[in-house]
């Protein structure tokens, strides 16, 4: 382990080898150049797409240009977060972002041209020339916006506005991230300086009285401001109900499901099966409620373990022998391509001093995956590697079998394959348990995956769904309406047994993922989707293995929903969803059993 080291001091196999991405600074600068350059030319295609032979033309230098720009952005982030605190990167970091920013405002014309081509000038052109005919999907997603895009003018002016649309999300990251003070207060003669990471950690003390007045203190700070965060809030919500509308979208729920092709249905589907199956949620509580030994379950007892941790670590090594052995189901092609990853030098394992914190995937087409982790010997380090290789994996077998306009593997689709492989992994810790309290921890652990991931999440898509109804309604958005709001959906949601405090009331107020409109939802699909999996290739499903696999190439060729399909999984049913909540019944019971 890295730990009070330097980066120097760490040892090469523990670093990823940027190589795969630019061989030194110097050749990035190379294709720094080349990109600006390139914009010009970019720009010179204005009014020709409609040509098939300039089309054709257009798509091999937008190509070229857009995977060039692609690895440019990657290597100067993925280099700034090494270590914060290097000047150099982060210089390099900043002079890209202005250079798409550039790009992106002066390129405007291709989405509008693109969108103008009806699916008969598409097919006509492909006709006319047959080079065309791989980029048919491309073109025709482009088409399917048509009655969305406005004039050049007007695109442009959203384009600039972009900024100062994005404006509410940070404000509320300025007051929840650096300006908000919880104050301190005493517990047993100790004074308890209260941050978020301290809330969170609190929330796990076996103390209730402690864990108690970190609750109450948490949310004092929102409480007080909750005025602010109101019209902040409402400020999103009204923004993104006025573009959906000059964009000629019946509502903004449906603007926010276009790009992945997803009826509402989708949407819908997923709350009313979390609704109609809150009773699991119910008898989850009665559990915690029994083996706490309380006589009433409030929010703040709801994320202690049941089960305390075994204090047992795992090194790195040991982490990737746990995770190749809980991905064997899926064969010796997948294993091979495991190995391969792991020899590759893509992984960059330990903290070390300026290092930003968390944890991700990334990569380039013109590269490959990357794996970014900040690893020290915890389970939950061991399930967060599980989590980012699955997302290096999928982007590897996307870039093996797709090209570059289809490489990109959708949101709808990119939680998938990582939470594929941490379900496989928690069956897996449970089966090789070497006692009872071990393998209760592994349950438990995945009971609570389920209902933060799925119940919590269906919560706040129905809440967004409420507050998004409320104001294209014509109805006013201030501090009371949302929070009652937000009330009746915790009672519908929290199940039986939960005693729900006033200060819960507030929680709305400090949810990041808000300012982003309809996106939590995609943790719940993507979850249930992995379990139904994840269900058919531990269960030796015929095919299964296959169609996983098969899935993990996709990239975004077709349709969203087809993808899944085609893997065996339908989101338009509610029979997806039920999985998920059978997996719950059946994890409960186990531990129940025990």
């Known amino acids: 382990m890295s730990k009070n080291k ?9 670093k990823w080898d940027l190589s795969v991405l630019y061989a030194s600074d110097g050749y990035w600068e190379e294709d720094y150049r080349k990109v600006e350059k390139g914009l010009p030319l970019l720009i010179g295609f204005k009014g020709s797409l409609a040509n098939s032979r300039k089309l054709e033309q257009f798509m091999q230098f937008y190509i070229n240009h857009s995977i060039m720009r692609e690895n440019l952005y990657v290597y100067a982030n993925v280099r700034f977060f090494e270590d914060t605190r290097n000047a150099v990167y982060e210089e390099m970091k900043g002079r890209i972002e202005l250079l798409l920013s550039k790009i992106s405002t002066e390129t405007v014309f291709i989405k509008k041209e693109l969108s103008s081509l009806s699916q008969d000038d598409i097919d006509t052109m492909i006709h006319e020339n047959s080079r065309l005919a791989e980029y048919r999907f491309f073109l025709k997603s482009y088409a399917r916006y048509n009655p969305h895009i406005l004039s050049e003018e007007t695109e442009t002016v959203l384009a600039e506005l972009e900024i100062a649309l994005g404006k509410p999300d940070d404000i509320f990251s300025a007051f929840h991230n650096n300006n908000i003070s919880f104050g301190e207060f005493e517990h047993k003669g100790e004074i308890i300086h209260l941050t978020h990471a301290k809330y969170a950690q609190l929330l796990e003390s076996p103390d209730r009285a402690l864990r108690q007045k970190a609750f109450d203190h948490y949310y004092q700070p929102y409480r007080q401001n909750i005025d602010v965060l109101a019209n902040t809030y409402a400020a999103n919500v009204l923004a993104n109900i006025k573009l959906a509308k000059v964009r000629n979208y019946p509502s903004m729920l449906e603007m926010a499901m276009f790009p992945d092709y997803a009826p509402t249905t989708v949407f819908s589907n997923l709350i009313e099966v979390a609704k109609e199956n809150i009773d699991i949620i119910s008898e989850f509580n009665a559990l915690k409620q029994g083996e706490l030994g309380i006589e009433a379950l409030h929010f703040y007892d709801n994320y202690i373990p049941l089960v305390k941790d075994f204090d047992k670590k795992y090194s790195y090594e040991e982490a990737l022998e746990l995770v190749r052995t809980a991905l064997e189901p899926l064969g010796a092609e997948y294993l091979r391509k495991y190995d391969a990853t792991v020899r590759a030098r893509v992984i960059d394992v330990f903290e070390s001093p300026g290092k930003r914190s968390g944890a991700f995937s990334w990569g380039s087409y013109a590269s490959r995956g990357l794996v970014f982790l900040n690893y020290t010997e915890k389970f939950s380090d061991v399930s967060t590697f599980a989590h980012e290789f699955g997302h290096c994996l999928h982007r590897d077998c996307s870039i093996e079998n797709q090209p570059y306009v289809y490489y990109q593997n959708p949101i709808f689709l990119a939680e998938i394959a990582s939470t594929f492989n941490e379900a ?32 919590r999440q269906a919560m706040f898509a129905n809440f967004e769904k409420d507050i998004h109804e409320m104001a294209e309604s014509g109805k006013v958005l201030i501090a009371k309406t949302i929070t009652d709001i937000y009330r009746k959906n915790l009672e519908a949601y929290l199940g039986k047994g939960m005693v729900i405090d006033e200060q819960l009331n507030y929680e709305w107020a400090r949810i990041p993922h808000f300012y982003n409109a309809f996106y939590v939802y995609k943790y719940a699909t993507s979850l249930s989707a992995a379990i139904a999996l994840a269900e058919r290739v531990s269960s030796g499903e015929k095919g299964a293995i296959e169609d996983y696999l ?10 969203p929903l087809e993808i899944l399909k085609d893997a065996g999984i339908d989101l338009t049913r509610k029979e997806a969803y039920k999985v998920t909540v059978d997996k719950f019944r059946k994890l409960l019971k186990e531990y129940k059993s025990l």
């Open 550 to 559: 098969t899935f993990l190439g996709a990239g975004s060729h077709k349709e």
């Open 424 to 455: 496989l992994l928690f069956d897996y810790m449970s089966k090789i348990a070497k006692s009872v309290e071990e393998k209760r921890f592994f349950l438990y652990h995945n009971m609570k995956r389920i209902e933060a991931t799925f119940y």
């Open 6 to 14: 330097t980066r120097d001091q760490i040892e090469d196999k523990y």
